[in-house]
């Protein structure tokens, strides 16, 4: 046992003096899920909205400022083309026109007002941001009518009568209580839905720690190559230690990816893992398939370059196969069913009960049982091929 961590020892402290290894091990992954995570992000608390206002009148200057009061941001413009351009580079949720003449019709006897809303097709918060508009705009209706039920009341056009009516309506209104709506939800919002880190920490992880794992076959492959392999052979120690102890080091540097990748996805995204005991046992099993295939890949292949062709190509494929590119929810039945053929779908299965269903080990016991069986058959598939090819 003590030449299995020795041998591990070893190849940990190689891998991490390699800055290229360290660059995919570590950089490459954060900044993909710092791109996803901010991508694929929870709703904002405030929604920004554009207004451009082509009516100087005073109804507009109060429906703006209801606008303000409904949880919006607000951001003035004076272009149409610059309002079209940043609500489709997303720097705004969506845009308001409020045209000329719209005081005029806000204070006729009818009180037909009219705004026009601009937003992207592709926009996630179209709703909320249209919700929000249709609520500024009831409330800012029924100040108006409570000025022309003051002012047809008495009798009069005065303009300080309904000067001071509409004071009177907006203090009336903002002292008004609310019937409130108590709010009982069958079923708990997702943490995916509310953090889109809690997406792309997990199948990013899954992405690297497998690929990692796969180009550690270029290990067995030097070994090969400079005769280490028949030396360990030819030894009491055997060729199964010396693969172990490679795979350990390799499952040693893959805890330590995920490792990286789960403190940044809780510490710096505050993303709510769930259950951190099955957290740290489907990372464990993970990192241990990943190594395992990888040692399978190196008693293989011939050259290095060979393990890099069969590997990147295999575990990109592998990952857009089992849902670490995009959920399996979004394809058909039948795709995931073929996505369970790769380790990936049941990973990310596993990712998904435990972060969005608060399962604990016994909640993924089936994907770990099928993780844990590909892991042993990998395994023991590497030491098989080794062999035949060593003793040849």
């Known amino acids: 046992m003590s ?3 020795t041998i591990g020892w070893f190849e940990t402290k190689r891998y991490l003096g390699d800055k290229v290894a ?3 091990t570590v950089v490459m992954p954060v900044l993909l899920v710092v791109l996803i995570g901010l991508s694929f992000g929870s709703t904002p608390d405030r929604l920004s909205i554009g207004v451009l206002t082509e009516d100087p009148g005073p109804a507009a200057s109060e429906f703006t400022q209801q606008l303000e009061s409904a949880n919006l941001d607000v951001i003035d413009y004076t272009s149409q083309d610059d309002l079209a351009r940043d609500i489709r580079l997303g720097f705004i949720t ?4 409020v045209p000329a003449g719209f005081s005029a019709a806000a204070d006729s006897p009818d009180g037909q007002a009219t705004v026009t809303m601009s937003i992207d097709q592709t926009s996630a918060n179209g709703g909320a941001i249209a919700s929000a508009i249709q609520s500024a705009a009831a409330q800012f209706a029924e100040q108006r009518n409570a000025v022309r039920v003051a002012t047809n009341a008495l009798g009069t056009s005065d303009p300080a009568v309904a000067d001071a009516a509409n004071t009177s309506a907006q203090q009336v209104i903002a002292s008004t209580g609310e019937t409130t709506v108590d709010e009982t939800t069958l079923g ?5 839905d509310r953090n889109g880190f809690a997406s ?14 796969l180009l550690a076959g270029m290990t067995l492959v030097e070994s090969r190559r400079l005769g280490v392999s028949k030396r360990m052979l030819a030894t009491p120690t055997g060729i199964g230690p010396h693969i172990l102890g490679i795979g350990l080091g390799r499952w040693w540097l893959g805890g330590i990816q995920a490792a990286l990748l789960l403190a940044i996805g809780a510490l710096l ?3 709510d893992f769930g259950n951190w005991g099955a957290v740290a046992v489907l990372a464990v099993v993970w990192t241990a398939l990943a190594a395992a295939v990888g040692m399978l890949i190196g008693s293989l292949a011939r050259t290095a370059d060979q393990v890099v062709a069969i590997s990147v190509p295999l575990g990109i494929g592998m990952g857009m196969l089992g849902g670490s590119m995009w959920p399996l929810s979004v394809v058909p039945p039948f795709m995931r069913a073929i ?3 790769t380790p990936h779908a049941w990973a990310n299965d596993a990712w998904i009960a435990i972060i969005d269903g608060g399962a604990g080990v016994g909640g993924i016991a089936t994907e770990l049982l099928v993780l844990s069986a590909v892991t042993v058959a ?15």
């Open 200 to 213: 792309a920490v997990p199948t990013q992880l899954t992405l690297f720690v497998f690929l990692n794992g």
């Open 94 to 97: 969506a845009g308001l026109t």
């Open 378 to 392: 990998m395994a023991s598939l590497a030491v098989f091929f080794l062999r035949r090819t060593l003793s040849k």
């Open 339 to 341: 996505a369970h053929a």
């Open 3 to 5: 030449n299995v961590l």
């Open 22 to 24: 360290l660059f995919t």
């Open 188 to 192: 708990a919002l997702n943490e995916s």
């Open 269 to 271: 995204f505050g993303v």
